[in-house]
T-cell receptor
C-alpha cells in the first residue's frame, strides 16, 4: 500500500504487505529528516532519520528514501504488522543557522488489517 | 517508555480556571519544547527552552505562560483558555537546541486538555 502523505492522510494495508508512506517537504535547504510513529494515547516515537547527503537509510524492517530533486521523503515498512498501526509523521529541520527546529508534516494514519 | 514524563495525562478545565502542565525529562538534555497537537493538523511548536532560557516563542497567546526552572523541568501555565485551545500538549527534549550532531527530539506522552 502507498500514500501521498500530506494529501492522503490514511493508508490501509493487509498484514504482511509492505507499506509506503510518502511525505513532501518544503525547504530545499533542510539537511535532516526524521520519521516519527505515534500510537494512540502516546507521544511521537523516533523511527529512523536521514541526512541530506544520503539517499537511503535502512533500519529494522524500515527504509527511508530521500529524493532531494523533488523534495520527497518516503518511509517503507516491510512485512507490516498490526503493531505498526499508528500515525506516521515526517519532520524536516531547518538549517543550523535557523535554530534546527523540527517542522512536522500532517501525518498519515496507517491501519493494518489482519 | 520514554525518559520524558508529563502530568497530568488528562485535564478538563473551564475558561476561567488556572492550571499548569508539568513536564520532566530524565535524559540529561538541555533543550525542552512545548508543542500543541490538534486533530488533523501538524504538530505546532509553541516554545523552546535551551539551558533554561527561552529561545523561541512561536507567536503563542499570552494565556499560555511557560516556565523552565531548570533543564529537567518545564511547565505550561494556563489561564482564561478558550475552547479552541483543547488539544494534546506534548513536551519534548533534546540534547541542546543547537546540536548539529543530533536533531532527534524525545517526546512525552502528552496532556490531553479539554477546555469547557
Amino acid at each position: 500500500g502507498e500514500s501521498v502523505g500530506l494529501h492522503l492522510p490514511t493508508l490501509s494495508v493487509q498484514e504482511g504487505d509492505n507499506s509506503i508512506i510518502n511525505c513532501a517537504y518544503s525547504n530545499s535547504a533542510s539537511d535532516y529528516f526524521i520519521w516519527y510513529k505515534q500510537e494512540s494515547g502516546k507521544g511521537p516515537q523516533f523511527i529512523i532519520d536521514i541526512r541530506s547527503n544520503m539517499d537511503k537509510r535502512q533500519g529494522q524492517r524500515v527504509t527511508v528514501l530521500l529524493n532531494k530533486t523533488v523534495k520527497h521523503l518516503s518511509l517503507q515498512i516491510a512485512a507490516t504488522q498490526p503493531g505498526d498501526s499508528a500515525v506516521y509523521f515526517c519532520a524536516e529541520t531547518k538549517p543550523y543557522n535557523q535554530g534546527g527546529k523540527l517542522i512536522f508534516g500532517q501525518g498519515t494514519e496507517l491501519s493494518v488489517k489482519p | 517508555e520514554t525518559g520524558v514524563t508529563q502530568t497530568p495525562r488528562h485535564l478538563v478545565m473551564g475558561m476561567t480556571n488556572k492550571k499548569s502542565l508539568k513536564c520532566e525529562q530524565h535524559l540529561g538534555h538541555n533543550a525542552m519544547y512545548w508543542y500543541k497537537q490538534s486533530a488533523k493538523k501538524p504538530l505546532e511548536l509553541m516554545f523552546v527552552y535551551n539551558f533554561k532560557e527561552q529561545t523561541e516563542n512561536n507567536s503563542v497567546p499570552s494565556r499560555f505562560s511557560p516556565e523552565c526552572p531548570n533543564s529537567s523541568h518545564l511547565f505550561l501555565h494556563l489561564h482564561t483558555l478558550q475552547p479552541e485551545d483543547s488539544a494534546l500538549y506534548l513536551c519534548a527534549s533534546r540534547t541542546k537546541a543547537w546540536d548539529q550532531s543530533s536533531y532527534e527530539q524525545y517526546f512525552g506522552p502528552g496532556t490531553r486538555l479539554t477546555v469547557t
